[in-house]
């Protein structure tokens, strides 16, 4: 037997981190690293925050788990919660990035047959984008290595440029149900919509009869310094999926929707076993007590400016290596060089203790908890140009 316990899908790296605090992650031999991925975007309130932890804990007391058979008080408690901060009316709570975005899919396609155009079927999405990794939301993405293997794809989605306007524009047909997209492209590469563009795609949904559906799972939950990225750019979705860091690290997601959007979700028509469970409730509802504050969300905002300024002072100093900054809040990324392979540039920064995600476009995700000190900022960026510093630059081949 060669295969590994542990399905060997993932090329995991030498870090075996087994506690957490704060900012920091520790290995299995005492290691300490510096923790500028969050899970890639999940633990916005850092490892082992008191009000989360304690929140789990005294919930996984009392009841962890029931079933969407029985009344929710505390799914009650959270949508209305969800609502009252969103533009959503109403939720259908998930537990996971993917299957919030099943739901958004589900939930357009749904709007259509209820709104007496049942042909309109086909959603477009946008290239580089990343959905998830079921069935449904690999076929909403177009990147191949995505779909090595697992055709026949679910049919149904077009593919266009992201940031493309005209080209969004362009694919609409009589059977178009609406679009999905990153307002932040996450995996992708952290590249942020144009204003232009995301005001144009609701005109565009204005205009056609179509939904505008939003994959917020990495860029929301206050992660660009707003709750949600769609507040930055002045626009309402119909529908969101959000995920990632909505449970603080417990695995646990949401599609939003108004009313008018979710109007073909009716009984029966979707379900989820675990979704909504009350010790999940429990936690998004102690990661919202902190996060969904006004003060909490201007201080995202500033501490993404002087991360971003303390990063691009220091990109600076190594042009060989860096090319800029970019993102929006605490949701940054460092666009490497031609001559700088980001995912071995990451590598290199855990020799050093401190942890990043690579990204596509050659760049290196830098998603700190959301209540990182200047201390820690410090921390990361001397540490980042020491390293950089040190880097030896492979000679071309
Ligand atoms: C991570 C991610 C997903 C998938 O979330 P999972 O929890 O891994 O299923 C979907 N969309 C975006 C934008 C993501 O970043």
Same mark, same amino acid.
């Given at each position: 037997?060669t ?5 060997? *899908?993932?090329p995991r790296?030498?870090v075996?981190?087994? !506690?957490?605090e704060?900012?920091?992650l520790?290995g299995e031999?005492?290691? !300490? ?10 633990n ?16 996984? &007391? !009392? ?7 029985y009344?929710s ?9 969800? *609502?009252d901060l ?5 939720? %259908? ?10 739901c958004?899919?589900?939930? @357009?396609?749904r709007?259509?047959? =209820?709104?007496?155009?049942?042909h309109r079927?086909?959603?477009?999405? %946008?290239?580089?984008?990343?959905h998830g990794?079921?069935?449904a939301?690999?076929?909403a ?15 149904? %989605?077009?593919?266009v /440029? ?11 047909t009589?059977?178009? &149900?609406g679009? @999905? *997209? ?16 995301m +005001?144009?795609l609701?005109?565009?949904?204005? !205009? ?7 994959d917020?799972?990495?860029c929301?939950? =206050?992660?660009?310094? +707003?709750?949600y ?6 626009i309402?979705? #119909?529908?969101?999926?959000?995920a ?8 646990m997601?949401a599609?939003?929707? +108004?009313? /008018?959007a979710a ?7 979707h379900g989820?076993t675990?979704g909504?469970n009350?010790?999940a409730m ?5 990661v919202?007590? $902190?996060? =969904? /504050?006004?003060e %909490? ?6 501490t993404? #400016?002087r ?15 860096f090319?800029?900054?970019?993102g929006?809040?605490?949701?940054l990324?460092?666009?490497? +060089? ?17 942890l990043?995600?690579a990204?596509? #476009?050659?760049?290196?995700? $830098? ?9 820690? @900022?410090r921390?990361f *960026? #001397?540490t980042l ?13």
């Amino acid at each position: 037997m060669t295969i590994t316990p542990l399905m060997p *899908v993932y090329p995991r790296c030498e870090v075996r981190p087994v !506690k957490g605090e704060g900012p920091y992650l520790y290995g299995e031999g005492g290691e !300490k690293y510096l923790d500028f991925a969050s899970g890639i975007a999940v633990n916005l309130l850092g490892h082992n925050h008191p009000h989360l932890t304690k929140t789990i804990q005294d919930q996984a &007391a !009392k009841l962890m788990h029931v079933s969407n058979l029985y009344g929710s008080p505390q799914g009650e408690h959270l949508a209305q919660r969800l *609502v009252d901060l969103t533009f959503a009316d109403t939720v %259908f709570f998930t537990n996971s990035g993917a299957e919030s975005v099943e739901c958004m899919i589900k939930t @357009i396609r749904r709007f259509h047959v =209820a709104d007496g155009n049942p042909h309109r079927k086909e959603i477009i999405t %946008f290239k580089n984008a990343f959905h998830g990794r079921t069935m449904a939301t690999i076929s909403a993405a177009n990147q191949e290595k995505l779909h090595d293997g697992f055709e026949p794809l679910l049919p149904g %989605f077009t593919y266009v /440029e992201f940031d493309n306007l005209e080209a969004a524009e362009a694919a609409i047909t009589d059977r178009t &149900a609406g679009f @999905i *997209v990153e307002p932040v492209q996450g995996e992708g590469g952290i590249r942020p919509a144009s204003q232009e563009f995301m +005001t144009g795609l609701r005109e565009l949904c204005d !205009k056609h009869g179509l939904l505008l559906g939003l994959d917020e799972v990495q860029c929301g939950v =206050a992660r660009t310094g +707003t709750l949600y990225a769609y507040e930055q750019y002045g626009i309402v979705p #119909d529908v969101l999926a959000s995920a990632k860091g909505l449970g603080g690290g417990f695995p646990m997601g949401a599609c939003l929707a +108004t009313e /008018e959007a979710a109007k073909g979700m009716v009984f029966g028509t979707h379900g989820s076993t675990y979704g909504g469970n009350p010790l999940a409730m429990a936690a998004c509802e102690a990661v919202l007590d $902190v996060v =969904a /504050e006004p003060e %909490f969300l201007e201080g995202v905002k500033a501490t993404g #400016d002087r991360l971003r300024g303390a990063l691009e002072q220091m990109i600076g100093n190594h042009p060989d290596m860096f090319e800029s900054v970019r993102g929006m809040g605490l949701m940054l990324g460092v666009k490497m +060089t031609d001559k700088v392979v980001s995912r071995a540039f990451v590598g290199w920064l855990r020799g050093r203790g401190l942890l990043a995600v690579a990204a596509g #476009d050659n760049v290196m995700r $830098v998603l700190p908890p959301l209540n990182i000190t200047d201390e820690h @900022i410090r921390e990361f *960026v #001397d540490t980042l140009s020491a390293a950089a510093a040190d880097y030896e630059i492979p000679e071309p081949a």
